[in-house]
């Protein structure tokens, strides 16, 4: 296969100072496919690396042709920004100063310690640490060190870690390349060395048995998919590591975790619509797991554990936005599950945490979250467990805020700990008594330059989607902002995965408030944000409802004169990159610029390559264009690659990582050279792929800013605020 062309060479040749560069022209080399008696013609298949398993383990055995047009745009984009450099600069400078550089987290206990991470002044990882039960952090024990595990690395991510019940041994999986196989180690907490025992390619997640002699841990398949958990006994070669679990159907993702009891290690096999959960008991590792109740399509539940109980939260008969109910642990299948609370349609029930006395539920209702604590009577009896006269919730008054909920380590304890924050509101980390009631705040997030929140204006707006649906919309802007319509507008979404989106405060985007910028996340359809029906009206037939949710959005707030048409800087990523694909299409003239990090906006294709790591998964989320002609036409008729046409399109970024196994480079680096063929206006279209990065971007904090960095001096640049 020939490689691209760039103009009318193989290379990048930059033109002088008096003239812009010309963009990278990629080649065309048309491949047909037929499905369901439709022909598809793809120009730009070849970008699509044959050995991209290979890739993700080696990045330098990208074919050259491939990295020679991803080296091309690179120099592209670098040269059509180079006047936003010191812009880039200064957004980095500010944007660093408000963060706490030696900050550490709140230190959570867990028997005769204490443990949490910790950043130092210039470190870009964290570093983590323990200290004894009620000690000072001044005397803290480094347990790893991110920055030494890090150096020399381009790239580097920690994965799960996990101590021993004893507190001697630390395991820990990190990955040096961002495609998420990760390599687990085993540390000895006296000397700080690492033990022989190694585990490369597993998927990052482990648990101890209970005696700290057994690790169970997931690998994956050759698609790269995480589908077999083993056990590994300390002090054996790897080679000899017992398979204990293999999901045979490969729609299907497994993953680990342990009850809060510390009694169970949880095996949750699950797609995007149903699940199924086994029990390993983790003072006997060696009997093998056992299923709590066999899956059914559509069913979803989760395990916890009290005494001779599981508790376990369940959507079951018709539970939209779910119930808890109880269930012996000796008979655990669906026959015997009792309800403890009932379904209450538009109360979502997000997580559930048992303690030794108390149950706590984190839950969301009018799209704003809260804690609801309920004690255990004495003994909690299957037929008498709730104690409902001291059941109480805590929320907050502010009209839009987040609220992130932590079990910690212990189970026999009356303490949780929650955050919260808005986006006016720096984060405050708060211990609570759950049998006092009393609130204590452990931490307000310290920003180092300076931050007034009373400078700031949070509200929350009810846009009319094309239904009639409402969707709520939360706005940040500084008070002295106009509000005429003549400020540019940062319009936030993703509405995919069931996944919401907090109101929650980010240090970064005050950069482009403090400029002018209106800063607005838009709660669509496709995540969770007003319960599971707002997930389920935003996916499979009824996906496009995320589109032109995100498009209602943005239209209410010109029509309520926060902004004007052609004024909206769009950003989202991943399946958010698909929403800022199919906007782009489908109402280009309502934006100014359209920044899509790692896009998913190769869906059809994508969806129809089952050797892709995560195509069989997404299929209850998408639809199935292989099996289902029905499901092929609707995908094609959003898909944002395959409806590029001949128009004009808005100012355009797209970011993506060599390594990204989640939203393969391809994706977007197809898109660029399509659109950038077919785009009729002269506005920006631009593609940054991250050789040496997956789909997180840069690890480290700092490079983490230099990303954001670069993404909000485009939006300025392109808005006429770039000064």
Not at 5 to 11: I, P, Q, R
Not at 264 to 284: G, K, M, P, R, W
């Amino acid at each position: 296969m020939t490689g691209p062309t760039t103009g009318s060479s193989d290379t990048t040749v930059l033109a002088d100072e008096t003239a812009p560069p010309s963009p990278p022209v990629a080649r065309r080399l048309p491949v047909v496919s037929t499905y369901h008696g439709v022909t598809l013609t793809d120009d730009y298949a070849w970008i699509r690396a044959d050995n991209w398993q290979e890739v993700m383990r080696q990045p330098q055995e990208l074919a050259g042709h491939i990295r020679d047009h991803l080296d091309a745009e690179n120099a592209y984009t670098k040269a059509m920004m180079a006047q936003t450099g010191p812009l880039q600069e200064t957004l980095f400078k500010e944007m660093k100063a408000r963060l706490k550089e030696d900050d550490s987290h709140v230190p959570q206990p867990d028997g005769p310690f204490e443990y949490f991470p910790r950043f130092v002044k210039g470190g870009q990882y964290a570093q983590l640490c323990r200290i004894p039960r009620g000690g000072s952090q001044g005397d803290a024990q480094v347990l790893l060190d991110g920055n030494a595990e890090a150096e020399g690395k381009s790239y580097w991510d920690l994965g799960a870690t996990a101590h021993t019940n004893d507190h001697k041994l630390l395991a820990y999986a990190t990955d040096d390349k961002g495609s998420e196989l990760y390599t687990i180690r085993i540390r000895d907490l006296a000397t700080g060395q690492n033990l022989a025992d190694e585990i490369p390619d597993s998927h990052g997640s482990l648990e101890w048995s209970s005696d700290g002699r057994t690790l169970f841990y997931i690998k994956v398949d050759e698609h790269q998919r995480p589908l077999f958990v083993y056990s590994h006994v300390l002090g054996t070669p790897v080679s000899d590591d017992k398979l204990v679990y293999e999901e045979k159907d490969s729609g299907f993702f497994v993953g680990l975790s342990s009850t809060q009891s510390q009694k169970f290690i949880l095996i949750d096999i699950h797609d995007h619509d149903t699940s199924e959960v086994h029990l390993i008991d983790a003072d006997n590792p060696a009997a093998g797991p056992r299923m709590v109740t066999p899956r059914r399509v559509g069913h979803q539940y989760s395990v916890e554990h009290h005494g001779k109980n599981l508790i376990i939260a369940t959507n079951s008969n018709d539970a939209e936005d779910f119930r808890v109910v109880m269930a012996p642990v000796a008979t655990p299948e669906e026959a015997n599950w009792r309800e403890i609370v009932a379904h209450k349609p538009g109360r979502l029930i997000l997580d559930v945490s048992v303690f030794q006395n108390f149950v706590t539920r984190l839950e969301r209702g009018e799209s704003l979250p809260r804690i609801v604590v309920t004690p255990i009577k004495a003994g909690g009896r299957a037929d008498d467990f709730f104690d409902l006269s001291g059941e109480h919730s805590i929320a907050f008054a502010e009209e839009a805020y987040a609220l992130g909920m932590s079990s910690g380590y212990e189970f026999d304890t009356t303490r949780i700990r929650f955050t919260y924050s808005s986006l006016t509101t720096p984060a405050e980390t708060y211990d609570y008594d759950m049998a006092t009631r009393e609130r204590t705040l452990r931490k307000r997030q310290e920003i180092p330059s300076g931050h007034n929140p009373a400078d700031y204006v949070t509200r929350r707006l009810l846009a009319p989607a094309k239904d009639g649906a409402l969707v709520p919309v939360t706005l940040l802007y500084k008070k002295t902002t106009p509000l005429d319509g003549s400020a540019p507008l940062f319009l936030y979404g993703y509405g995919a995965y069931g996944i919401a989106m907090p109101a929650a405060f980010s240090t970064a985007r005050l950069s482009l408030v403090d400029r002018g910028f209106i800063f607005a996340i838009a709660h669509i359809r496709g995540g969770k944000d007003k319960g599971y029906r707002w997930y389920t009206d935003g996916k499979l037939k009824k996906k496009k409802n995320t589109f032109t949710d995100f498009i209602a959005a943005g239209e209410h707030l010109v029509s309520e004169g926060f902004t004007t048409r052609g004024r909206i800087v769009a950003n989202g990523g991943s399946a958010g990159g698909m929403l800022m694909g199919a906007i782009a299409n489908m109402a280009p003239d309502l934006f100014l610029a359209i920044i899509a990090d790692v896009p998913f906006v190769d869906v059809l294709n994508t969806m129809l390559d089952k050797d892709l790591p995560l195509t069989p998964p997404e299929w209850p989320e998408w639809g199935n264009p292989l099996t289902s002609k029905d499901d092929f036409d609707y995908i094609r008729s959003y898909s944002p690659y395959d409806n590029v046409e001949a128009k004009d399109y808005p100012h355009i970024l797209a970011l993506a990582g060599l390594t990204d196994p989640r939203v393969t480079y391809w994706e977007p680096a197809k898109w660029i050279a399509k659109m950038r063929a077919l785009n009729t206006s002269a506005n920006l279209v631009l593609l940054k792929t991250n050789m040496g990065a997956g789909h997180g971007g840069a690890s480290g904090r700092f490079d983490g800013l230099k990303d954001t960095a670069f993404n909000f001096s485009f939006a300025l640049e392109v808005a006429g605020l770039g000064v």
